[in-house]
C-alpha cells in the first residue's frame, strides 16, 4: 500500500500507511483519539471512497439516460425534457458539456451524423 503524508497545522508531519476503511483492524484498535489517528483516517478514507462511488454512479446515470440528447445548447436549441432540465441546474457536476461533446464525437465517428 502506497504511503501517505499528513500535513498538520503546527508543520508536524506524519508519513504511514493509513487505513482505507473502518474493516482495517487499526480502526477498533484505535484509542488515543486525536486528530489523524487512526480511526478519523478510516472514516475519513471510507466517507471519500463512498462519495466517489455515489458521484460516479450518479454521473453514469446522468450520462446513460441522457445519451444524445442536446442537453447543453451548442448547436441550437436545447432539450426541454426533465433530465436535462436537472442536469443543466446541477451544473457541470453529473453531466458536462464535455460530455456531450465527447458524445457528438463517438455518434460522428461511428457514423451516425453530426
Ligand atoms: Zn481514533
Ligand atoms: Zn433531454
Redesign the pocket.
Known amino acids: 500500500m502506497p504511503e501517505k503524508t499528513i500535513h498538520f497545522q503546527d508543520g508536524q508531519e506524519l508519513t504511514a500507511d493509513l487505513p482505507h476503511n473502518t474493516l482495517d483492524p487499526r480502526y477498533s484498535e484505535c484509542t488515543d483519539h486525536r486528530l489523524a489517528c487512526m480511526c478519523r483516517e478510516a472514516h475519513m478514507a471510507e466517507d471519500r471512497h463512498e462519495f466517489i462511488a455515489e458521484r460516479e454512479l450518479a454521473k453514469r446515470a446522468f450520462n446513460d439516460v ?1 445519451k444524445d ?3 447543453f445548447p451548442a448547436d441550437g436549441l436545447e ?7 436537472i ?1 443543466r441546474r446541477v451544473g457541470q457536476v453529473f453531466r458536462s458539456y464535455v460530455d456531450v461533446v465527447y458524445e457528438r464525437r463517438d455518434r460522428r465517428l461511428s457514423g451516425g451524423g453530426a
Not at 432539450?79 to 432540465?85: A, D, K, L, S, V
Open positions: 441522457l440528447h442536446n442537453t432539450c426541454r425534457c426533465t433530465g436535462c432540465e442536469a
